[in-house]
């Protein structure tokens, strides 16, 4: 079973920009994803890359956030600019919604607010 822990979560302002990490303690030889639950909510999709490096992205952050992968790292990344107060949530990261999903995260704060 792979082990995930995303990293780089925090508090900043509207306009502002993270750099999420999500290190995995075994081969992400898989199309990924990040994921975000906002308090009240259900877990949602927030980017998807394929193992070729294709990628797609939730209407609600299109244009703002990019997803990448380091499979020699077994790390995946999401940038996340022009962050909203509506992006405040947990961020995961897992395989796929199309793949049987590995034990999540503790998965890392972001919180978007002046």
């Known amino acids: 079973q792979v082990q995930l822990v995303e990293s780089g979560g925090g508090l900043v302002q509207p306009g502002g920009s993270l750099r999420l990490s999500c290190a995995a303690s075994?081969?992400?030889?898989?199309?990924m994803a990040w994921y975000r639950q906002a308090p009240g909510k259900q877990r949602e999709l927030v980017a998807r890359?394929?193992?070729?490096?294709?990628?797609n992205y939730a209407d609600s952050v299109k244009g703002r956030f990019t997803i990448s992968r380091d499979n020699a790292k077994n790390t995946v990344y999401l940038q996340m600019n022009s962050l909203k107060p509506e992006d405040t949530a947990v961020y995961y990261c897992?395989?796929?919604?199309?793949?049987?999903?590995?034990?999540w995260g503790q998965g890392t704060q972001v919180t978007v607010s002046s």
């Open positions: 897992n395989r796929d919604p199309g793949i049987r999903q590995w034990t």
């Open positions: 075994g081969s992400i030889f898989y199309a």
């Open positions: 890359i394929t193992n070729g490096g294709n990628t």
